[in-house]
């Protein structure tokens, strides 16, 4: 039975340390891991900008260039979406939530949030990771394959002081 963890880090470095963590620690597969963010790089200071610094590319990278490096944190196999959802700006999302989330009818903010709760996340708590993602916040989300990767996944990401999402 697969169990859905997921959890807001505030930066891209973050992000990156607890992808990082995941597959040494937790042996979860790039593959289970999904990433969601807001691109703000049309302001020059952007979650993606910054994941582009945090990965060690060059900084320069804007736009899609930054979103494919923020999809490079999982692996050059990660399904990825990118869509401007009215009221939030542009939302990129990679892995396996990149997948769902790209055969979903996302408009607005508000349908964001009705994805979210989609995955299982109740509906307050859904409108918060909503809200989270607007204002520059990064979802980490692993579909761990065992209890015991789900509970090492917990572990990870309150380690690394991330806002648990679940």
Do not use: W, Y
Not at 120 to 128: K, M, Q, S, Y
């Amino acid at each position: 039975m697969d169990h859905t963890v997921m959890a807001l880090a505030e930066k891209p470095v973050d992000a990156q340390r607890i992808i990082d963590d995941l597959t040494s620690l937790c042996v979860c597969d790039r593959s289970d891991i999904s990433l969601v963010a807001r691109d703000d790089s049309q302001q020059g200071s952007g979650v993606l900008s910054e994941a582009a610094r945090a990965t060690g590319q060059l900084a320069a990278a804007a736009g899609a260039a930054a979103a494919s490096t923020l999809g490079s944190m999982l692996g050059a196999g990660s399904r990825a979406m990118t869509r401007n959802v009215s009221g939030f700006g542009v939302l990129n999302a990679f892995g396996q939530l990149g997948g769902m989330l790209s055969r979903t009818a996302l408009a607005t903010a508000e349908d964001l949030g009705k994805a979210f709760k989609d995955l299982g996340v109740e509906g307050e708590l859904a409108r918060e990771h909503a809200e989270a993602l607007r204002q520059g916040g990064i979802l980490v989300v692993v579909h761990a394959k065992t209890g015991k990767m789900a509970e090492c996944a917990r572990r990870v990401m309150a380690t690394h002081g991330t806002v648990p999402a679940q």
